[in-house]
């Protein structure tokens, strides 16, 4: 059969797809290296592809690789976590034009970690991760599930991947085409996987593919529980096609890092992509991150007196980076619409507002802030 073009050759919206990917994972793995008690990290490829395509673009593997090197590169010679890798996709000579494109780059040793390569169905090799992912003790896994379609992705698949708590879980879904269906007369595949989501006949209408891909997210968070974040990423193709990366995790830090990946694409409004040609007329203006909702949001949060975990944590759930916050309260504090004081009750050090994981953890109620009505 042959292949669609989409299959041979990389494009801007497949890119953008591993960028956040690498993004992530630079943040990601840079900060379990530097902990201590994590002894290594897993990575596993689930739908890998053949690692370059016909237009030369770089796909999953080659990403991840040139991240865990560059990492192994930095360390100067101090010893540094092994970082394993599983590539695995359903066609050999795929994996196979992977092995030789690693070694021709020379993208791997042995003192990065295990590399490994299969060519399982997903479905056969979904039990096995999930049976490995949940006897790691001071381990880490990763899983990027990056399938063409969705017939072989089931929610349970994603929350007996995340049961143990060491694991996160990147997963692409051509949400577009699920709306189409959804709009359409639905296919048996995709009533399956919404019912697992949210009862079938509950299901919320959706008015675009937008709409839909946020209701896909409630659905997850709603169906995984507080214990876990969902998140998405919106990829626009062509016009109003809307696919969506969907990142799933236990840990706050996880989502924190993934806030600062998203944001790092989308320097407006950290939620998608899109392209932008040549002649548009704006592309080369600076773009700063719209706060609006994120203060108008604030002020309603800090009615009542909020420590700076608390702030730390409501900036994370409106999908924002801390330091857009930080920002926010300076200028409030410069307009003096807030108040902030230390736990004794005096009045706390100007411009310092603790939001950051490591304060979050440690330090969760160094300061309170209330905003003054
Ligand atoms: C969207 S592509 C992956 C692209 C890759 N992540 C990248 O960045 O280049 C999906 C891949 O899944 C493989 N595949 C299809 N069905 C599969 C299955 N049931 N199990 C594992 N791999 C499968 C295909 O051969 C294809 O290479």
Same mark, same amino acid.
Request: neutral net charge.
């Given at each position: 059969?042959?292949?669609?073009?989409?299959?041979?050759?990389?494009?801007?919206?497949?890119?953008?797809?591993?960028?956040?990917?690498?993004?992530?994972?630079?943040?990601?793995?840079?900060?379990?290296?530097?902990?201590?008690? #994590?002894?290594?990290?897993?990575?596993?490829?689930?739908?890998?592809?053949?690692?370059?395509?016909?237009?030369?673009?770089?796909?999953?593997?080659?990403?991840?690789?040139? =991240?865990?090197?560059?990492?192994?590169?930095?360390?100067?010679?101090?010893? %540094?976590?092994?970082?394993?890798?599983?590539?695995?996709?359903?066609?050999?000579?795929?994996?196979?034009?992977?092995?030789? &494109?690693?070694?021709?780059?020379?993208?791997?040793?042995?003192?990065?970690?295990?590399?490994?390569?299969?060519?399982?169905?997903?479905?056969?090799?979904?039990?096995?991760?999930? $049976?490995?992912?949940?006897?790691?003790?001071?381990?880490?896994?990763?899983?990027? #599930?990056?399938?063409?379609?969705?017939?072989?992705?089931?929610?349970?698949?994603?929350?007996?991947?995340? %049961?143990?708590?060491?694991?996160?879980?990147?997963?692409?879904?051509?949400? $577009?085409?699920?709306?189409?269906?959804?709009?359409?007369?639905?296919?048996?595949?995709?009533?399956?996987?919404?019912?697992?989501?949210?009862?079938?006949?509950?299901?919320?209408?959706?008015?675009?593919?937008?709409?839909?891909?946020?209701?896909?997210?409630?659905?997850?968070?709603?169906?995984?529980?507080?214990?876990?974040?969902?998140?998405?990423?919106?990829?626009?193709?062509?016009?109003? $096609?809307?696919?969506?990366?969907?990142?799933?995790?236990?840990?706050?830090?996880?989502?924190?890092?993934? $806030?600062?990946?998203?944001?790092? #694409?989308?320097? &407006?409004?950290?939620?998608?992509?899109?392209? &932008?040609?040549?002649?548009?007329?704006?592309?080369?203006?600076?773009?700063?991150?719209? %706060?609006?909702?994120?203060?108008?949001?604030?002020?309603?949060?800090?009615?009542?007196?909020?420590?700076?975990?608390?702030?730390?944590?409501?900036?994370?759930?409106?999908?924002?980076?801390?330091?857009?916050?930080?920002?926010?309260?300076?200028?409030?504090?410069?307009?003096?619409?807030? &108040? =902030?004081?230390?736990?004794?009750?005096?009045?706390?050090?100007?411009?310092?507002?603790?939001?950051?994981?490591?304060?979050?953890?440690?330090?969760?109620?160094?300061?309170?802030?209330?905003?003054?009505?």
């Amino acid at each position: 059969m042959a292949l669609k073009d989409s299959q041979t050759k990389m494009y801007d919206h497949s890119e953008v797809k591993v960028r956040l990917l690498k993004l992530y994972l630079e943040r990601y793995l840079n900060i379990m290296n530097s902990l201590s008690y #994590i002894k290594a990290i897993h990575l596993f490829d689930m739908f890998c592809g053949e690692g370059v395509y016909y237009n030369g673009g770089k796909g999953s593997p080659l990403q991840i690789l040139e =991240v865990i090197k560059s990492i192994h590169e930095k360390s100067n010679g101090n010893k %540094t976590m092994p970082i394993n890798c599983l590539f695995n996709d359903i066609e050999k000579w795929k994996t196979d034009k992977l092995q030789n &494109e690693i070694a021709s780059k020379a993208l791997h040793n042995k003192e990065m970690g295990k590399l490994e390569f299969s060519n399982e169905d997903y479905k056969n090799l979904l039990p096995n991760t999930v $049976q490995f992912i949940n006897k790691l003790k001071n381990e880490k896994a990763f899983v990027f #599930i990056d399938p063409y379609g969705y017939k072989e992705i089931r929610m349970s698949d994603i929350r007996n991947l995340l %049961t143990s708590k060491s694991s996160e879980v990147l997963l692409f879904l051509p949400t $577009q085409f699920m709306f189409r269906f959804e709009e359409k007369g639905t296919p048996e595949s995709l009533k399956e996987f919404i019912s697992e989501i949210v009862p079938k006949d509950q299901w919320p209408k959706s008015e675009t593919g937008i709409d839909f891909i946020e209701k896909l997210n409630d659905g997850f968070q709603n169906a995984l529980g507080d214990d876990f974040f969902v998140d998405s990423f919106v990829i626009t193709r062509d016009k109003n $096609q809307f696919f969506c990366l969907f990142y799933f995790t236990s840990h706050i830090y996880g989502f924190d890092r993934m $806030q600062d990946a998203k944001w790092e #694409i989308d320097e &407006e409004e950290g939620r998608g992509w899109q392209y &932008e040609d040549d002649t548009n007329l704006f592309g080369g203006v600076a773009k700063t991150p719209n %706060t609006f909702i994120l203060e108008r949001k604030l002020k309603e949060f800090l009615v009542n007196p909020k420590t700076n975990s608390d702030v730390y944590k409501f900036t994370l759930h409106q999908r924002h980076k801390p330091s857009h916050t930080n920002q926010v309260l300076l200028k409030l504090q410069a307009e003096k619409k807030i &108040e =902030v004081v230390n736990k004794d009750g005096s009045t706390a050090r100007k411009s310092s507002f603790y939001l950051n994981y490591k304060a979050h953890k440690e330090t969760p109620d160094k300061i309170q802030m209330k905003i003054i009505i």
